[in-house]
């Protein structure tokens, strides 16, 4: 567990992080949310002596933090930043068991241990262990860099915006992949976001700091039903929360701009272009920006041998959503086909933006939970039942 007492910390007059008190419990990942600037990197960093304490007291596994070596601590914590931090010249299997070569793990160890993780996120080692950084996509290294974090096997994981950088498909599919590492694993850990959404989604309890403060910890579910004061709600957008599905608009919560590439390309340009902008998949538009398909590492993976255009291998029929339809048509289509993100289109198919689930997830979570008054039907019900008409 880690337990923050009454912690402070200044810059000469500038007080970032105020008099924090805060407990994550083993086990539990508490999501620390709040608008640029508030002091959430500032009190992760405290946790791993990157930053000290002006005052007050950290807690890691009952024993107080500022009494340790911070070299000793730190091997007991794994840690995940945003800009990976990969060294370029290093091997994946080497970048993921960087630690371990200080615990002086053997070549053999190292090996075995690389491969198991790699497996964890279903990267298969035979491919992945020898290339370098450059060669993955950004998606695939941020996985290599959680991976790194989990190598060996520390209770304690600081992860700050770990997803931040990501398009909103990869994203998702990070997020996904680190639950289901979680409830495998259980680790404390203290997670840092901006997103709502992803706090939501991802969190056992939320923490939503001010100018260093913490205006409320709580469940998810507590949050939005009992926000604490007006800043919380709008922080939340509880005026969005309380419409209903039928009349929110897709283009209200899409995600504007997603990563693009024209039709036309080659597939190693499209690839370039996924390690550039750290992506698992691009929308495929032609010319005039109308949506073509959608491509991901994958596929790009396997047909590469065949040097084609993206042309050749894109699947020329994408679901899609146009911007004024609502968000209950979006969790429709996304539940009949099974997938997990919904291009937004305007009326000549141009691609305006893009929903996943986890843009969804506030919108809907509302409802779900109020549906006998407000007139709306559990919508993810109604699609089931549409499947199968
Ligand atoms: N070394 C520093 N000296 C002075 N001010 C700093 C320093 N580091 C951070 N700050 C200030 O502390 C505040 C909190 O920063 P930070 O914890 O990085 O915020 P967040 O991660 O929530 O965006 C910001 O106003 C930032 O400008
Ligand atoms: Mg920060």
Same mark, same amino acid.
């Given at each position: 567990?880690?337990?923050?007492?009454?912690?402070?910390?200044?810059?000469?007059?500038?007080?970032?992080?105020?008099?924090?008190?805060? @407990?994550?419990?083993?086990?539990?990942?508490?999501?620390?949310?709040?608008?640029?600037?508030?002091?959430?990197?500032?009190?992760?960093?405290?946790?791993?002596?990157?930053?000290?304490?002006?005052?007050?007291?950290?807690?890691?596994?009952?024993?107080?933090?500022?009494?340790?070596?911070?070299?000793?601590?730190?091997?007991?914590?794994?840690?995940?930043?945003?800009?990976?931090?990969?060294?370029?010249?290093?091997?994946?299997?080497?970048?993921?068991?960087?630690?371990?070569?200080?615990?002086?793990?053997?070549?053999?160890?190292?090996?075995?241990?690389?491969?198991?993780?790699?497996?964890?996120?279903?990267?298969?080692?035979?491919?992945?262990?020898?290339?370098?950084?450059?060669?993955?996509?950004?998606?695939?290294?941020?996985?290599?860099?959680?991976?790194?974090?989990?190598?060996?096997?520390?209770?304690?994981?600081?992860?700050?915006?770990?997803?931040?950088?990501?398009?909103?498909?990869?994203? @998702?599919?990070?997020?996904?992949?680190?639950?289901?590492?979680?409830?495998?694993?259980?680790?404390?850990?203290?997670?840092?976001?901006?997103?709502?959404?992803? %706090?939501?989604?991802?969190?056992?309890?939320?923490?939503?700091?001010?100018?260093?403060?913490?205006?409320?910890?709580?469940? %998810?579910?507590?949050?939005?039903?009992?926000?604490?004061?007006?800043?919380? %709600?709008?922080?939340?957008?509880?005026?969005?929360?309380?419409?209903?599905?039928?009349?929110?608009?897709?283009? @209200?919560?899409?995600?504007?701009?997603?990563?693009?590439?024209?039709?036309?390309?080659?597939?190693?340009?499209?690839?370039?272009?996924?390690?550039?902008?750290?992506?698992?998949?691009?929308?495929?538009?032609?010319?005039?920006?109308?949506?073509?398909?959608?491509?991901?590492?994958?596929?790009?993976?396997?047909?590469?041998?065949?040097?084609?255009?993206?042309?050749?291998?894109?699947?020329?029929?994408?679901?899609?959503?146009?911007?004024?339809?609502?968000?209950?048509?979006?969790?429709?289509?996304?539940?009949?086909?099974?997938?997990?993100?919904?291009?937004?289109?305007?009326?000549?198919?141009?691609?305006?933006?893009?929903?996943?689930?986890?843009?969804?997830?506030?919108?809907?979570?509302?409802?779900?939970?109020?549906?006998?008054?407000?007139?709306?039907?559990?919508?993810?019900?109604? %699609?089931?039942?549409?499947?199968?008409?």
């Amino acid at each position: 567990m880690i337990k923050f007492e009454n912690v402070t910390k200044k810059y000469g007059d500038l007080t970032v992080v105020d008099n924090l008190t805060l @407990e994550v419990d083993k086990g539990n990942l508490v999501a620390l949310i709040g608008a640029s600037g508030c002091g959430k990197t500032t009190t992760l960093k405290m946790v791993n002596r990157i930053i000290e304490p002006t005052s007050g007291n950290i807690f890691v596994n009952e024993e107080n933090i500022l009494r340790q070596d911070p070299v000793q601590l730190r091997r007991g914590i794994g840690y995940v930043i945003q800009q990976i931090g990969l060294f370029p010249n290093m091997t994946i299997a080497e970048n993921i068991t960087v630690v371990g070569k200080l615990l002086s793990w053997n070549k053999a160890h190292s090996r075995e241990r690389a491969e198991e993780l790699l497996h964890m996120v279903e990267m298969d080692p035979a491919l992945y262990m020898n290339r370098y950084p450059n060669e993955l996509s950004g998606g695939q290294q941020q996985r290599i860099g959680v991976l790194r974090a989990l190598a060996t096997d520390p209770e304690i994981i600081l992860m700050d915006e770990p997803f931040g950088a990501l398009d909103p498909i990869t994203r @998702e599919q990070l997020q996904n992949e680190f639950i289901n590492l979680q409830t495998r694993l259980h680790k404390t850990i203290l997670f840092v976001t901006h997103d709502m959404d992803e %706090a939501i989604k991802m969190a056992d309890s939320i923490v939503l700091m001010r100018d260093g403060k913490i205006v409320q910890a709580a469940a %998810a579910e507590e949050m939005l039903r009992n926000p604490a004061d007006d800043y919380v %709600a709008s922080f939340i957008g509880m005026d969005r929360r309380l419409r209903s599905p039928d009349e929110v608009l897709v283009e @209200e919560i899409m995600i504007p701009d997603p990563v693009t590439i024209e039709s036309s390309r080659g597939l190693a340009e499209a690839q370039e272009r996924m390690r550039k902008r750290r992506v698992d998949s691009l929308m495929v538009v032609d010319q005039n920006g109308v949506l073509v398909g959608i491509i991901t590492i994958k596929d790009i993976q396997r047909n590469m041998a065949k040097g084609s255009r993206i042309s050749d291998i894109v699947n020329s029929a994408p679901t899609f959503v146009l911007e004024g339809a609502s968000v209950r048509e979006a969790v429709y289509a996304m539940s009949q086909e099974g997938i997990g993100y919904l291009p937004v289109v305007d009326d000549k198919q141009r691609l305006k933006g893009l929903i996943t689930r986890s843009s969804l997830v506030s919108v809907l979570s509302d409802v779900l939970w109020n549906s006998p008054d407000n007139g709306v039907e559990n919508p993810e019900k109604e %699609a089931v039942e549409g499947e199968s008409r």
